[in-house]
């Protein structure tokens, strides 16, 4: 396994486009999660998944913003009606969710939104 | 929501010197994790400390975890250019991450 994969790297859209991100991580890691970084910050937790449920969403995360793992595997991020505001670097990461190991997380290396 | 705060914000040093950066809250935390960034690049997980007052050493790099396991410290000596990059800490329990501390060494 070569790690955790995002595709694409980087995304230029304009504004009002909608744009989706995929994310695949690490086999046989149940969590998956998703953040946001601009520059000058760390990551800013967006949402996570342990297999298919979506846990947990940050309020940061609007109504434009959805996540999906249908099937537990991949993941996808969609933001609707892009905003400038969305540009920025969007993170995924994989953790196994068990054992001593559950809370490490293995980052992808990111897509990096523009919105012009 | 556990706020961490992380500091210094920039630091920006010589090859062969030393420096601490530091990781703190109000909050109890039951793990803390340190990554480094590299431009472009996603975090990567340098350690994980779990126990109050615990040392860790990687190398070059030291981690402690305040005994009350509200803040910790990374300390690097002898610096060296390939340190370069940003140094983020984060709380194991809730996936929060402090801004960052944005290290460049200098040759």
């Known amino acids: 396994d070569t790690g955790v994969s995002q595709d694409p790297r980087h995304k230029i859209t304009k504004r009002g486009q909608n744009v989706t991100f995929r994310c695949d991580p690490i086999?046989?890691?149940?969590?998956l999660y998703w953040y946001r970084q601009t520059l000058g910050q760390g990551p800013e937790f967006l949402t996570y998944f342990q297999n298919e449920a979506q846990l947990e969403k940050s309020r940061l995360l609007s109504d434009r913003f959805s996540a999906e793992r249908p099937k537990g595997s991949f993941s996808t991020l969609e933001i609707q009606r892009t905003e400038q505001g969305d540009s920025a670097m969007y993170l995924c990461?994989?953790?196994?969710?068990?054992?001593?190991?559950?809370?490490?997380?293995?980052f992808g290396a990111g897509t990096r939104l523009s919105v012009l | 929501t556990q706020l961490l705060e992380q500091s210094p914000q920039f630091l920006s040093i010589q090859e062969g010197e030393n420096l601490t950066v530091y990781c703190n809250s109000s909050?109890?935390?039951?793990?803390l994790q340190w990554y480094r960034q590299e431009p472009g690049e996603g975090p990567v997980l340098l350690v994980t400390v779990v126990t109050g007052g615990e040392v860790k050493k990687l190398k070059r790099l030291t981690f402690q975890f305040g005994d009350a396991r509200k803040d910790s410290s990374l300390h690097i000596t002898a610096a060296q250019p390939g340190d370069t990059g940003l140094y983020l800490c984060a709380g194991a329990d809730d996936m929060r991450f402090g801004a960052g501390t944005r290290l460049t060494v200098k040759p």
């Open positions: 909050s109890v935390f039951s793990s």
């Open positions: 086999s046989e890691h149940n969590r």
């Open positions: 990461a994989s953790s196994s969710g068990e054992g001593r190991a559950k809370n490490i997380q293995y």
